[in-house]
């Protein structure tokens, strides 16, 4: 198995202002996605992290209020911007090894007054 | 593009009875289909998988689930419910090459009545 570590765990946040999500895993990963799940809803792809190139945005979701960085084969951040209330939800960071095998990590919980 | 589809977003249950939550699916190559459960608070936990081996799947706590390819299904079933086992659950797919993100089905409650 691996271990994921995101952070934050949690955090509240002022409306207009920005965060970002940090994802460290114990061991080189081929993939990374970045998801976010709203209160009471299922999880919505919003990009693949690509190592050494721009991330890949699933429609509705754009690089401007979801920039997100992957400087190595171990580490993504996803930062939200310009915060709304709507966005107030759980972002996770999901990893896939050479293996096939994918992994979650715990999530971070925002939320935004 | 694969999807999945939960046909039902609330299953209630008396303990001790079977469960059944049910998940079709649709995609354009042989899919990779999973059942993962979501407890309040916490994070996702993979209840089992199914890549193309035994179409029976057997997974933790006494799930398992059946992929039919006629059907274009993959309900998740238990014999008995347990207090424990109320939580959401999320079919998921993913399709060929296996660096493929996953797709969410939008999820089943299920509540589980003493």
């Known amino acids: 198995s691996a271990v994921i570590s995101q952070k934050p765990s949690r955090d509240i946040c002022q409306r207009g202002t920005s965060l970002t999500i940090q994802c460290q895993v114990d061991?080189?990963?081929?993939?990374m996605f970045w998801y976010r799940q709203q209160p009471g809803q299922s999880l919505t792809l919003i990009a693949t992290?690509?190592?050494?190139?721009?991330?890949?945005?699933e429609s509705g979701f754009v690089i401007d209020k979801f920039p997100i960085s992957r400087p190595n084969l171990t580490f993504s951040t996803l930062t939200v911007s310009n915060m709304s209330p709507e966005d107030s939800s759980i972002y996770l960071c999901?990893?896939?090894?050479?293996?096939?095998?994918?992994?979650f990590g715990e999530g971070s919980r925002l939320t935004v007054l | 593009a694969q999807s999945v589809t939960q046909l039902d977003s609330h299953v209630s249950v008396s303990e001790g009875t079977p469960v059944l939550l049910r998940c079709n699916y649709s995609s354009s190559y042989s899919p990779s289909l999973f059942w993962y459960v979501q407890h309040p608070n916490k994070g996702l936990q993979l209840l089992l998988k199914?890549?193309?081996?035994?179409?029976l799947v057997k997974g933790i706590n006494g799930f398992e689930a059946e992929f039919k390819k006629s059907e274009t299904s993959f309900h998740l079933t238990k014999p008995s419910a347990h207090m424990s086992d109320a939580a959401e659950y999320f079919c998921v797919v993913r399709g060929a090459g296996g660096n493929t993100p996953l797709v969410f089905g939008k999820g089943t409650r299920l509540s589980v009545i003493a």
């Open positions: 199914y890549t193309s081996a035994a179409t």
């Open positions: 992290a690509n190592q050494g190139s721009e991330a890949t945005y």
């Open positions: 061991s080189q990963v081929t993939m």
């Open positions: 999901s990893v896939v090894f050479s293996t096939g095998e994918l992994f």
